[in-house]
């Protein structure tokens, strides 16, 4: 595959994002898009992601170094496959749900109520 060049420049008034591609020694071309072109091409790209990794073993999340949202909005409910629906508004990536069987969700509450019982700034940990 060529290398690529990619370049991302938002605007000053914060409602266009400039994007250019080039192959290496040819002449970017900038593509302006709006908030809402953006979100819709960054979930079609989330969703080619999707179709890419499926299938392939997924690695386990201890010990890897994740991308955290503080004070994120957050909303459940309970999901039709016995368990919870658990929706975060990430700011990369909007509206964000994780259907969660009930034995998961069971494992998380203890675990939460673990580290709620540790006193306050503790450094926590999976259990």
């Given amino acids: 595959m060529a290398k690529m060049r990619l370049g991302i420049k938002v605007s000053e008034d914060r409602q266009s994002v400039a994007i250019e591609f ?8 900038p593509i302006v898009l709006d908030l809402d072109q ?4 960054i979930k079609v ?15 386990p999340l201890e010990g890897q ?8 909005r957050w909303y459940i409910q309970v ?7 658990l929706a975060f508004d990430h700011p990369a ?4 749900g994780f259907a969660i069987p009930r034995q998961e ?15 306050s700034g503790h450094p926590t940990t999976r259990n």
């Fill in 45 to 59: 790209l989330g969703q080619t992601r999707h179709r890419m990794v499926e299938g392939l073993p997924m690695p």
């Fill in 93 to 96: 990536f909007g509206a964000v």
């Fill in 105 to 119: 969700v069971a494992a998380m509450v203890r675990i939460l109520n673990n580290h709620l019982s540790m006193p």
């Fill in 22 to 29: 080039a192959a290496a020694g040819q002449a970017p071309s």
């Fill in 65 to 72: 170094t994740v991308a955290t949202v503080n004070r994120p």
């Fill in 38 to 41: 953006l979100s819709s091409l």
């Fill in 79 to 85: 999901a039709q496959l016995d368990g919870s629906v």
